[in-house]
């Protein structure tokens, strides 16, 4: 059984690095955060699931210590061959919002450290244009790494991930009209809570899609004589993102001379201990997961509302 070890290599807080884990599926590369990976594993029997999605192939338990965990043949979700040799195919293990789950693929071939900067948005007729699986592409060592979207696929198959089932309400609630900054690479996430927010009152919601959008425009915003307030009261910010990650946009913010009083609040699939401590060194205000959908309305409330 083949462990994938997050500290084989130490990642310095806030200086725009990430690891890769390259898989293939029919020949093509893909690749997932480090971050989001437990282990890697070969088959076990799995247990088909009546009623499942048709991209669920069962359920199956590791070993005695681990959960019972939720398989996805991915190659089938892509619309991909099966593969060649079945018998030598590769389970991801996964946790991210707060879920763990099993990701079927071909072959895993190693991990690549670089930094967000070289991971391209990808073109809108990638894999599906606006609703695409596509967060970014890598190329490392000649070839092109396609960085799937792994919580859109959650989503879509019906994991309770908070952002696709929470239900928003005005109830006892006002409007606010200050504006919010949200920095969101995945296309389907960024709708949803987009619309959970406008839901419960937030009216004002700036999109930017990475990091280095969302640093650009308040390097803008910076040029002008209004208080930075007048344009952003706070940002919330992914982790992952191509060109700039959500750690690397906090410090950057925190950093500033005029922008460091900003609220930054991180709403990220990654959140635990590990990463709840890189975002303190960075100076976030707030972290939450993408679960917790309702503690950002709250959070929102204590700093702009």
């Known amino acids: 059984m083949a462990i994938v070890r997050k500290s084989d290599i130490l990642l310095e807080t806030g200086t725009n690095e990430l690891e890769i884990l390259e898989f293939t599926i029919a020949n093509q590369h893909f690749g997932i955060n480090v971050s989001k990976v437990k282990e890697i594993t070969q088959t076990f029997a799995i247990t088909p699931m009546p009623n499942a999605s048709p991209f669920v192939e069962g359920i199956f338990k590791p070993r005695e210590e681990l959960d019972i965990l939720t398989l996805i043949n991915l190659g089938a979700y892509l619309g991909l061959p099966e593969s060649e040799h079945p018998e030598r195919d590769i389970y991801i293990l996964t946790n991210f919002n707060n879920k763990n789950s099993a990701f079927h693929v071909h072959t ?47 989503v879509e198959i019906g994991y309770n991930v908070g952002l696709g089932t929470a239900q928003p309400s005005m109830d006892g609630r006002h409007k606010v009209y200050k504006p919010i900054l949200v920095c969101e690479d995945s296309n389907l996430l960024e709708r949803l809570l987009t619309d959970y927010l406008e839901k419960s009152g937030f009216t004002n919601i700036i999109n930017c899609g990475n990091g280095k959008e969302a640093w650009d425009l308040l390097l803008e915003y910076k040029k002008t004589d209004l208080p930075i307030t007048d344009h952003v009261s706070c940002v919330v910010t992914d982790i992952e993102m191509p060109m700039m990650d959500g750690h690397r946009l906090t410090k950057l913010i925190k950093d500033d001379e005029k922008l460091h009083k900003l609220p930054v609040i991180i709403f990220s699939s990654l959140i635990n201990d590990d990463m709840r401590y890189k ?24 700093y702009i509302g």
Do not use: C, N
């Open 108 to 154: 895993v071939e190693e991990i690549h450290r670089i930094t967000w900067e070289r991971i391209d948005k990808p073109d809108s007729t990638i894999y599906g244009g606006a609703d695409g699986l596509a967060t970014g592409i890598a190329r490392i060592a000649g070839k092109l790494i396609t960085i799937i979207d792994f919580e859109k696929i959650l």
């Open 279 to 302: 975002g303190q060194q960075v100076g976030a205000d707030a972290q939450l997961s993408k679960a917790d959908i309702e503690m950002l309305v709250t959070t929102l409330d204590k």
